[in-house]
């Protein structure tokens, strides 16, 4: 490599450096008559592919594409190109090659009394044939170091499209702009990823003063805003250490909380000023909030009360409106209760007993939850009949996020919506104890399943037949031995076994308590059964077959 420069101060000598890429160099008077400096490199042959002019772009699009100067390719021996201007938008650096005056141009047309007159409708005016100007490939003001006032929609936007190569417009953006205690600009995006095929892990570009440094630093941004696609351009950032002691930087540590909090702040402001977009956002940002708040104490803190819940009928609930909602209707439940004279002697036993204790537990708030509403929609039909409400959850986040509130907050409690039978759900009469006792020995006997939970209740829908249910602490125990590949445990070692319910005001198990003995009484216990678990969880394969080929002979003996 050789290097010839020449200073703009009088009296300057022209240097010339050459190197043959080892560690020694040598320096000497050069003859450059010209102020600036020129590299030239020369390459071998496994490195031709740099001589190519697509290659030499790519590399310098990469790596300065926002340099703070300004960067010309120009191909060798290539033909001279020309554009035509306007002479008054001619700069001292243009080189003219003609002079061109254009006549004014007119036009013939009828005015509003019918007459023919001439209108001129472009004027005259004085142009200039010039070279080409250079056209540089690199921005010199890139959007992350303008002042965050200065840059409108339309810009964040274009600069998205062209740094990240994505068609999809992003929710939203947070302008990083900090001097002090360090200086830290740039914009992070929250991307929209509605596709199982979008990759889940974002892009970070990280400059030093406007120059490429990483494509993705990691260490830089907290774990759970991997997600986010920005660029950030932190000149105090040490760059002359390993990754490994990067990430127990203090001074890096300082960056990513300052960034957590930026993040934190701009959710929370959107959420008080402009709700209306941040539910219209929710649904795309929730997972990696959710992750946030259990990862990051000082985030969650902060987002506590703008975590949104997704209900039944698609409104958002902040966790504090589901607590409300809840208290209104056991309020209401309890008003109606106290209007029977049975329930009041049962709370007056209750007070006197309870006399004695002078501690008592915290009343819990139970939330119930939906994780798939079309394969739960029995459950979910019979909630609202009901006048019940629940959440929608549906990622897999949510899981551990639950966990998490009801760790933080001791008074509230969340259930899937299987995995209870409220009172609301039921009638005012228990069912018949020796109809219960036959029916659990029929669907035992028919199922092939001698330890089978069977409970039978008068139900208020008498449309459903059979429901499943199970506790949420067994399942919460079987996902978390999924979560660690223990497939090999017996799931219902934990006391994971589910419940068949019976409604005993149902057609069909009024006909089974009435007709256990009958030819096809064992074929719609087990068509009971697998239509219970469906509507619960999905059939195992094998468990689908059968149910398809017994749904089959049922039709089939519609037929005789």
């Known amino acids: ?26 320096i000497q008077d050069g003859n450059k008559a010209t102020v600036g400096t020129e590299i030239t490199l020369f390459l071998n042959d496994e490195s031709l592919e740099f001589c190519n002019e697509y290659r030499m772009r790519e590399v310098i699009e990469k790596y300065c594409s926002f340099m703070p100067v300004n960067i010309y390719l120009s191909r060798e021996n290539a033909e001279q190109e020309y554009e035509t201007i306007d002479e008054a938008d001619l700069r001292d650096d ?39 100007r250079p056209v540089s490939l690199s921005d ?18 274009g600069f998205y499209r062209k740094v990240f ?64 696609k920005g660029v950030i351009d932190c000149p105090d950032l040490p ?47 929730s997972p990696f909030i959710k992750y946030g ?20 009928d698609g409104k958002y609930l902040t966790l504090k409106d589901c607590i409300e909602a809840n208290k209104t209707e056991k309020a209401e439940e309890t008003a109606a209760e106290e209007q029977t004279e049975e329930t009041k002697e049962k709370k007056e036993e209750q007070s006197s007993g309870d006399a004695g204790n002078e501690e008592k537990e915290p009343e819990k708030t139970t939330i119930f939850y939906v994780t798939d509403p079309v394969q739960q929609s029995q459950y979910i039909n019979m909630f609202k009949e009901a006048g019940k409400d629940a959440v929608i959850l549906t990622h897999n986040i949510d899981a551990p996020f639950i966990s998490h509130l009801e760790q933080k907050d001791q008074t509230v409690q969340f259930k899937r919506i299987d995995a209870d039978l409220t009172e609301e ?9 020796e109809t219960a006792k036959t029916l659990t020995e029929l669907f035992r006997k028919s199922l092939n399943k001698e330890k089978l939970e069977v409970k039978v209740e008068n139900l208020k829908d008498s449309s459903v037949s059979a429901m499943m249910m199970l506790s949420e602490e067994s399942r919460r125990m079987q996902d978390m ?21 019976l409604n005993a005001n149902h057609p069909l198990v009024k006909y089974l308590g009435e007709n256990q003995d009958t030819e096809n009484a064992a074929l719609i216990c087990q068509q009971l059964y697998d239509l219970a678990m469906i509507s619960h969880k999905p059939l195992s394969p094998e468990d689908m077959t059968r149910f398809v080929q017994r749904s089959n002979e049922i039709l089939m003996m519609l037929t005789k």
């Open 481 to 501: 031995m999924k979560m660690y590949n223990m497939y090999g445990m017996d799931p219902n070692m934990f006391g994971g076994q589910e419940t068949l319910v």
């Open 293 to 312: 708040c259990i990862k990051d104490s000082k985030f969650a803190e902060k987002l506590h009360d703008y975590i949104l819940f997704k209900n039944l």
């Open 94 to 132: 243009d080189v003219v090659v003609e002079h061109i005056h254009e006549d004014a141009k007119t036009e013939e047309r009828e005015n509003d009394k019918g007459e023919k007159e001439t209108v001129e409708i472009s004027p005259a005016r004085d142009r200039v044939k010039i070279n080409k």
């Open 140 to 157: 010199t003001h890139p959007l992350w170091m303008k002042h965050p006032n200065e840059c409108t929609d339309e810009e964040y936007k």
């Open 1 to 26: 490599m050789h290097i010839d420069t020449l200073s703009y101060k009088e009296g300057a000598v022209p240097v010339h450096w050459s190197c043959d890429g080892g560690t020694e160099y040598d």
């Open 165 to 228: 190569l994505d068609y999809k417009e992003p929710l939203f953006w947070i302008h990083l702009n900090m001097d002090y205690p360090f200086n830290l600009k740039g914009i992070l995006y929250f991307p929209k990823i509605n596709t199982e095929y979008d990759s889940i892990e974002g892009t970070i570009k990280l400059y030093n003063n406007q120059v490429f440094i990483a494509d993705n630093i990691k260490e830089v941004i907290p774990e759970f805003l991997l997600l986010l």
């Open 239 to 285: 760059l002359n250490v390993s990754r490994s002691a990067l990430q127990n930087d203090g001074f890096v540590q300082k960056i990513s909380e300052y960034i957590a909090k930026k993040v934190a702040d701009k959710l929370t402001g959107m959420c008080k000023t402009d709700r209306e977009s941040y539910e219209k956002y929710w649904d795309d940002i």
């Open 425 to 433: 759900l039921k009638g005012e009469e228990a069912a018949d104890e």
